[in-house]
C-alpha cells in the first residue's frame, strides 16, 4: 500500500511557466497607470484653457485697437502727418513718362550716366539726353558721379524695366522761356549760323535752332560766306507749341546802330538810288545819303559814283528816331576833296580816322559856342585850351577879353 506521501508525489502537476500564468495586475500597477491619465488629461486642459486666454486676450487688443482707430486714430501716435509726407518726398517717386524726379548720379560711362532714383531699380541718362547741346560724353555737361539733379522721365528700357532720363527736355523747355523772356526785353545776342537753305540761314540761340529769312539779314553775304559766323540778332517769333522761332538780323543791327551818335562810322548797302541822293541800309534802317553829301566835289550823277549793292562805310550826320530818319555823309570821311569820286575805296579805308577828326571838331565848335556865352570875361576865371577844352584863365589871355570873331571856323 502505497503511502500519502507518495501517492501525492507521484501526482503531475502542469507547468507554471511564465508563458501560461496570467497575472492579475497589483492595486500599485493600476493606480500609476491611472495618474498618468490623469496628469494627460489635465496637462490637455491646461493647454487648451492657455490657449483660450490668448486668442481671448488677441481679440480683446484687436477690438480696442479698432475701437481706438475708428474714434482717436491718431492717439499715441509718434509718427506725424508731415512725417509721412517727408517721407513720401524723401523716398516715394512718379514712374509715369513726363514726370520729373530728382536722383543722383553714381557711374557715368562712354554711353551716358546712372541715376539713383530711390526706385525699385537704377535709371539711366543717355549721352544725347544729357545736354541741349550737341555732346560726346556726359562730362563736357559738367555730369560727374555725385552730382544731384532733377530729371524727366522719357521712357522705359524693356529689357530691364529701368527707366531713361533726361535733363535736355529740362533744358528746352527753359531755353523757350528763356527766348520768351529776351523778346519782351527786346534784347539784342549773337548767334552761330549753322544751316542754309532757300530761304535763309538756321542758327542757334539759347541753344535752340532759329530761322533768320534772307530778307532779314542786312549784309550781302551769302549763306556759304555766313556759315559758322556769328551774327547779331533779335527775336521775331517764339512760339514753342508751333516750334517757330524767327530771328532777324536787320534788326539787331539797327538797334545797335541806333545807340551810335552823331560822326559814328557805320557800314551799309546801297538800296535805291534817287535823283536827289541814295537810300543805305544800315542794319534795318534806311539812311538817306543825300547828293551834296557823297563829295565835296560835285556829283551831277549819283550812277557815276554809287550803284544798288554797294557796300560802303558812311558817317551818321542826324538821326530822328521819332520820324525814323537817318541823314549820312561820305563828303565828310574824304581826306581830299573828291576822293569819294576818284578814290572811294581810300576814302573807306580813312574813315574812322576822318570821323575822329571831324568829332573833334565838333568839340572844338562846342567849346567855342559855350565861350561866347561865357564871353571869356576875366571874371569867368576860363579860357580856351587848344584842343579846344575850356581851362583856367591864363596869362596870354587879354584883360578884356578874347574876341571870338578872330577865331577861325572849323572848316567841314
Not at 545797335?256 to 544800315?282: C, E, H, M, N, R
Amino acid at each position: 500500500m502505497t503511502s500519502l506521501a507518495q501517492q501525492i508525489g507521484g501526482l503531475r502537476c502542469p507547468s507554471l511557466s511564465t508563458t501560461h500564468l496570467t497575472r492579475k495586475p497589483s492595486f500599485s500597477s493600476i493606480n500609476q497607470q491611472s495618474v498618468k491619465k490623469l496628469h494627460t488629461i489635465k496637462a490637455a486642459s491646461v493647454i487648451s484653457n492657455a490657449q483660450t486666454r490668448e486668442r481671448q486676450k488677441l481679440k480683446d487688443l484687436f477690438e480696442e485697437a479698432y475701437e481706438r482707430c475708428r474714434t482717436a486714430p491718431y492717439e499715441g501716435v509718434a509718427f506725424t502727418l508731415e512725417n509721412f509726407h517727408s517721407a513720401i518726398e524723401k523716398f516715394d517717386y512718379n514712374s509715369e513718362i513726363g514726370s520729373k524726379v530728382k536722383g543722383t548720379v553714381f557711374n557715368v560711362d562712354a554711353n551716358g550716366a546712372y541715376v539713383d532714383i530711390t526706385a525699385k531699380s537704377s535709371a539711366f541718362l543717355p549721352v544725347r539726353e544729357a545736354s541741349i547741346h550737341g555732346i560726346k560724353h556726359v562730362e563736357e555737361a559738367g555730369i560727374f558721379p555725385g552730382m544731384r539733379e532733377e530729371f524727366v522721365i522719357i521712357g522705359e528700357n524693356e529689357y530691364d524695366d529701368s527707366l531713361i532720363l533726361s535733363l535736355r527736355q529740362i533744358q528746352y523747355d527753359l531755353a523757350w522761356e528763356r527766348c520768351r523772356q529776351l523778346q519782351a526785353e527786346d534784347v539784342v545776342l549773337k548767334g552761330k549760323v549753322v544751316g542754309a537753305n532757300k530761304g535763309g540761314v538756321v542758327a542757334i540761340v539759347e541753344g535752340l535752332r532759329g530761322f533768320v529769312p534772307f530778307s532779314q539779314i542786312s549784309s550781302t553775304s551769302s549763306a556759304e560766306e555766313l556759315l559758322e559766323q556769328e551774327i547779331p540778332l533779335k527775336f521775331v517769333e517764339v512760339d514753342e507749341e508751333q516750334s517757330r522761332l524767327i530771328l532777324s538780323n536787320r534788326k539787331a543791327r539797327a538797334d545797335s546802330q541806333a545807340q551810335l551818335g552823331i560822326g559814328s562810322v557805320v557800314t551799309g548797302v546801297v538800296q535805291s538810288l534817287k535823283p536827289y541822293g541814295a537810300f543805305i541800309d544800315i542794319g534795318g534802317v534806311n539812311g538817306l545819303l543825300h547828293v551834296s553829301q557823297i563829295s565835296h566835289d560835285r556829283v551831277s550823277d549819283i550812277a557815276t559814283v554809287l550803284q544798288p549793292g554797294d557796300n560802303l562805310k558812311v558817317m551818321v550826320l542826324s538821326h530822328d528816331r521819332e520820324r525814323g530818319r537817318v541823314s549820312l555823309s561820305t563828303k565828310k570821311l574824304e581826306p581830299t576833296p573828291g576822293d569819294m569820286i576818284r578814290n572811294p575805296r581810300l576814302v573807306f579805308e580813312k574813315a574812322e580816322e576822318m570821323a575822329m577828326t571831324f568829332r573833334q571838331r565838333i568839340a572844338q565848335a562846342e567849346a567855342m559856342a559855350r565861350a561866347d556865352m561865357l564871353r571869356f570875361s576875366p571874371e569867368s576865371g576860363l579860357t580856351l585850351n587848344a584842343d579846344g577844352t575850356l581851362g583856367p584863365l591864363g596869362s596870354d589871355l587879354p584883360a578884356e577879353g578874347l574876341d571870338l570873331n578872330e577865331i577861325p571856323l572849323a572848316e567841314d
